[in-house]
């Protein structure tokens, strides 16, 4: 999921290897602004995954 849904506009590497002090929250946030869709289904399953990989 996060490979089909992160994977458009960049290389996932960008999420796995993220180390910024910006909450997932927010950055789906901004990916969101820059054309990112989601439902709110994915969204909350999406953010999961995400803070497996860092917790914030
Ligand atoms: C509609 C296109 C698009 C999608 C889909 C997208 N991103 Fe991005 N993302 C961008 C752009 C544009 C940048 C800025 C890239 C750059 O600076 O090289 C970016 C940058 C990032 C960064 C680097 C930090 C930052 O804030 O600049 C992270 C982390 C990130 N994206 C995470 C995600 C995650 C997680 C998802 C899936 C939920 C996602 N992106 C889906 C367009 C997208």
């Not at 993220?18 to 950055?27: A, F, L, Q, R, V």
């Not at 803070?51 to 914030?56: E, F, R, S, W």
């Amino acid at each position: 999921m996060i490979e089909s849904k992160c994977g458009l506009c960049h290389s996932v590497s960008i999420v796995y290897s993220y180390d910024g002090n910006k909450s997932w929250e927010h950055t789906i946030y901004a990916m969101k602004q820059r054309g990112l869709s989601l439902t709110n289904d994915e969204e909350a399953n999406i953010l999961k995954k995400l803070k497996k990989i860092k917790k914030n």
